[in-house]
C-alpha cells in the first residue's frame, strides 16, 4: 500500500463499529464494511458528478 493510499484510507474510512451496523449484517464485518465504502464513494463520486456539471446543465436534469 503506498503512503498516499494509507493516508487518504485513515481519513476517510472510519473504524468498524458494529452498534452501527444494520442487525442483517452484524455477523458479516467484512460484508457491512464493504458495503459502508461502496455507499460513502457512491455518495462521493454522485457529489463530485454534480458540481462538474454548469448550472445551466443541472437545469436540464430535471
Known amino acids: 500500500m503506498t503512503q498516499v493510499y494509507e493516508e487518504l484510507f485513515r481519513a476517510w ?3 468498524y463499529r458494529p452498534e452501527l451496523v444494520p442487525p ?3 455477523s458479516d464485518p467484512v460484508t457491512a464494511y464493504g458495503q459502508y465504502a461502496f455507499e460513502t464513494g457512491f455518495k462521493l463520486g ?3 458528478a454534480a458540481s462538474s456539471l454548469a448550472a445551466d446543465d443541472l437545469c436540464e436534469l430535471h
Open 13 to 15: 474510512c472510519v473504524p
Open 46 to 48: 454522485m457529489q463530485l
Open 24 to 26: 442483517y449484517l452484524r
